[in-house]
């Protein structure tokens, strides 16, 4: 026996349809995205692509040097961003007092998120190519993806120093801890989880970007690899772009799989950082 | 009502009986008057209540004495509260040193996401004790203390958050006692728990009472009546202002009290 749906009912059931629906539309466009990479780059990736140099402008040869250039970018610029953004993120959260100079502060760095990566960009090449004299190099472009991580990383660290509870800042307080001892052997202990997660997340993002490094030192076709800091580098996105927009009668399964690899880096790091919060998790509550 | 108001002279503060000593005391947060001349007198090796109502300044009060309320931004504190003597509200005190001789057990138990062991090491390791033997020494002492060696000697390197709730509340006693204080503060320490853990809180609570100054904050009557020594009976006024109404034995307090207010509380006419 069913009895006719009430209003109340009609309306529960086209709400959760509507949601649904809303969902399954986001998560579309990034399987077919993914689909779409491994289908046509699946086939470009071999051992050798992976190893060698490029040849003949990247039609032939591989990408090792752009995979190690990216790779050298990533540890430059979480070598950078990191510590700072701890700090200032410690210092913002358990020190700064709550006034308009700290509100602006944080306002500022929320915002720094917020500007065009072309304009760090053209940042890095006023100050750090030109006015430091690095020159169009490595270290230019990871100090460059370190001002953009930065906005990260400080605000990662502090939401994490944040998000450890009063009651354990005061409970070492209360044996006779100094403020320096609680931050470093119970906040951030604690609060770690959060900031590893925002540093990974942080280097992914500095894995992708393309414009900055276009104009602090990205080259597109390098012999070898960067001997020091102050050498040029080849990285993914930008051969990436370089093959597929101004190198003519490139395959486009090389293109494929030169995004493919890309791809793979940076969902990589993006899943290295939830194993790194799920294990915390895990070991918090573990016995 | 039964309060001295006098303010005794500094050599009379100074005796066996008397440890902590706390003088026309008003404290403020901003604008508000969260405590209103408060003259009271804890004895040493004894347990203090602080009983009344929510709001009346109880925690306040207790978080005087190892200046927990200074992490509050906005808070004044005008009067003395001396301990042994020593006023430590004085300008040269090292608050560090106050709360390694002024412990606090807190409403809901904090233990560490570490290990017991870490836990109850904390303390001693913060100051300096780095010597694994000695630490050994310390840990074992202080959960025997806290009525909790024999649950969780097997599991010293286990999580502390797998423990139940009254035996996290022991842990949170043994990592105070661990750093030797002399006054163990404890606000609402068995607001969490069930009452058959409250009951071994409260036994762990006179046994300690022989050799530490005890003051806890408490809601409830029956835990007062059946565990403290001394009482203090606190109220609000219309401001809201916490003020202290009646003090002294437990016994008196609770079977004649002097003032109306506390008559009413004690015997549930409101509250």
């Known amino acids: 026996m069913k009895k006719p749906l009430a209003p109340r009912q009609i309306s529960q059931r086209t709400a959760f349809t509507f949601l649904i629906l809303a969902t399954i539309i986001v998560v579309i466009p990034v399987i077919v995205i993914i689909a779409v990479i491994i289908v046509n780059g699946a086939g470009a990736i071999t051992w050798e692509f992976l190893t060698q140099p490029p040849m003949q402008a990247g039609k032939a040869g591989g990408i090792f040097p752009a995979i190690i250039g990216t790779f050298y970018l990533m540890l430059g610029t979480i070598v950078v961003a990191l510590p700072l953004g ?25 915002n720094l998120a917020g500007v065009p990566s072309i304009v760090y960009g053209l940042f890095g090449l006023g100050v750090f190519v030109l006015m430091f004299h690095f020159g169009m190099s490595l270290l230019a472009a990871s100090l460059t993806l370190a001002c953009q991580a930065l906005a990260m990383t400080v605000t990662t660290s502090r939401e994490a120093i944040l998000a450890v509870p009063r009651e354990y800042r005061e409970g070492s307080l209360a044996v006779g801890a100094t403020k320096l001892q609680t931050i470093r052997y119970v906040v951030l202990p604690q609060a770690r989880p959060g900031i590893i997660t925002g540093a990974v997340l942080a280097m992914s993002r500095a894995a992708g970007e393309t414009a900055p490094i276009l104009v602090v030192g990205a080259a597109f076709f390098l012999p070898g690899l960067p001997q020091s800091p102050l050498d040029q580098f080849m990285a993914l996105p930008y051969h990436l772009y370089t093959v597929a927009a101004h190198v003519p009668g490139m395959s486009k399964t090389t293109i494929w799989g030169v995004a493919l690899v890309l791809l793979v880096v940076v969902l990589s790091f993006n899943v290295l950082a939830t194993i790194i919060r799920l294990r915390a998790r895990r070991r918090r509550y573990g016995t | ?27 403020y947060y901003g604008d508000f008057q969260a405590l209103r001349n408060m003259t009271l007198d804890i004895p ?18 207790l978080r005087l004495f190892n200046r927990m309320n200074d992490l509050i931004t906005g808070v004044r504190v005008e009067g003395i509260v001396e301990l ?33 062991f870490e836990n109850v090491a904390f303390g ?24 909790l060696w024999d649950e969780v000697s097997d599991k010293l390197g ?6 139940s709730g009254g035996q996290q ?8 006692l661990a750093v030797e204080p002399e006054v163990i503060l404890m606000d609402e320490p068995c607001s969490a728990l069930d009452p058959i853990a409250t009951l071994r809180i409260e036994d762990l609570m006179r046994e300690l009472s022989k050799n530490y100054t005890i ?15 001394m009482s203090a009976f606190f109220m609000m006024e219309e401001d809201r202002a916490g003020v202290l109404v009646e003090w002294g034995a437990t016994e008196k307090v609770f079977t004649n009290p002097q003032d109306k207010r506390t008559e009413d509380y004690i015997t549930g006419r409101f509250g």
């Open chain 2, 158 to 163: 286990q999580s502390a958050l797998a423990l």
């Open chain 2, 1 to 27: 009502m039964n309060v001295n108001l006098e303010i005794p002279e500094k050599k009379e503060t100074i005796n066996d009986e008397v440890r902590i000593s706390v003088r026309d005391l008003n404290l």
């Open chain 2, 169 to 176: 509340q022991r842990l949170c006693i043994a990592r105070v």
């Open chain 2, 215 to 229: 003051v806890i904050v408490t809601h409830n009557m029956q835990q007062a009546a059946r565990a403290s020594d």
């Open chain 2, 124 to 147: 001693p390791k913060r100051h300096g004790r780095k010597n694994r033997v000695e630490l050994e020494d310390i840990v074992e002492k202080s959960l025997k203390q806290a009525a």
């Open chain 2, 44 to 61: 040493e090796n004894a347990i203090t209540a602080i009983i009344g109502p929510s709001g009346c300044g109880k925690s306040t009060f």
């Open chain 2, 84 to 116: 042994d003597g020593v006023n430590i509200y004085d300008r040269d005190i090292d608050v560090v040193e106050l709360r390694k001789k002024v412990g606090m057990v807190f409403q809901k138990p904090n233990p560490f996401p570490m290990s017991i």
């Open chain 1, 86 to 110: 701890v700090l200032a993120g410690i210092y913002l959260s358990e020190y700064a007092r709550d006034n308009w100079l700290t509100r602006t502060v944080n306002m500022a760095i929320v």
